[in-house]
Antibody, heavy 120, light 109 residues
């Protein structure tokens, strides 16, 4: 079945970087876009950006531009999200998710989430 | 950027009652690009409705979506105990930017 499996828990110090991976299986990776969403403790969902599995094109949320980079490795059907200059308010669960696009646009499959804690 | 405002913040209802959740956009949203998700504590979000009114696979018919332009509604016709959780609306536009509403928490009395 379609799955997105993310890398494990991360604990980082302020100012450090974190790289989260998202391995896709059960579908043709290059046919879909991957979106990244984060959720701070007790808060709602925040869109971070997306990357095309087809050509690697990206679009980042304005508030994260300059700190976030998304990439893919089509040979392993894996997407990556790197966030630099971590701050305390970057503490969150980070999700990758698959986008169904075309006539409709929505998220149909979510990764299992990666908890990132920023702490000194 | 399109801002989605959901109301009410919290809805506390008894099983069997009707729940009406609102999602208002700051700008026009294409009906095909409006979706709703349910999230229970400790779980990932689950797609309920896409394209404003289309139920996702396996979603019971007590869930329905409606609306157009800037006003959208998720209705749960008869609440079941398992319907507790936080509900989010989401839109996509051609910028291309995605946004989520801040969520409505549904509590079962």
């Amino acid at each position: 079945q379609v799955q997105l499996v993310q890398s494990g828990v991360e604990v980082k110090k302020p100012g450090a970087s974190v790289k989260v991976s998202c391995e896709a299986s059960g579908y043709t990776f290059t046919s879909y876009t991957i979106i990244w969403v984060r959720q701070a403790p007790g808060q709602g969902l925040e869109w971070m950006g997306w990357i095309s599995g087809y050509n690697g094109n990206t679009n980042y949320a304005r508030n994260l531009q300059g700190r976030v980079t998304m990439a893919t490795d089509t040979s392993t059907s894996t997407a990556f999200m790197e966030l630099r200059g971590l701050r305390y308010d970057d503490t969150a669960v980070y999700y990758c998710a698959r986008v169904r696009g075309g006539y409709y646009y929505y998220i149909d499959v979510w990764g299992n989430g990666t908890t990132v804690t920023v702490s000194s | 950027e399109v801002v989605l405002t959901q109301s009410p913040g919290t809805l506390s209802l008894s099983p069997g009652e009707r729940a009406t959740l609102s999602c208002r956009a700051s700008q026009f949203v294409n009906n095909n690009y409006l979706a709703w998700y349910q999230q229970k504590p400790g779980q990932t979000p689950r797609l309920l409705i896409y394209g404003t009114s289309n139920r996702a696979t396996g979603i019971p018919d007590r869930f329905s979506g409606s609306g157009s332009g800037t006003d959208f509604t998720l209705t749960i016709s008869r609440l079941e105990p398992e319907d507790f959780g936080v509900y989010y609306c989401q839109q996509y536009n051609s910028s291309p930017v995605w946004t989520f509403g801040q969520g409505t928490k549904v509590e079962i009395k």
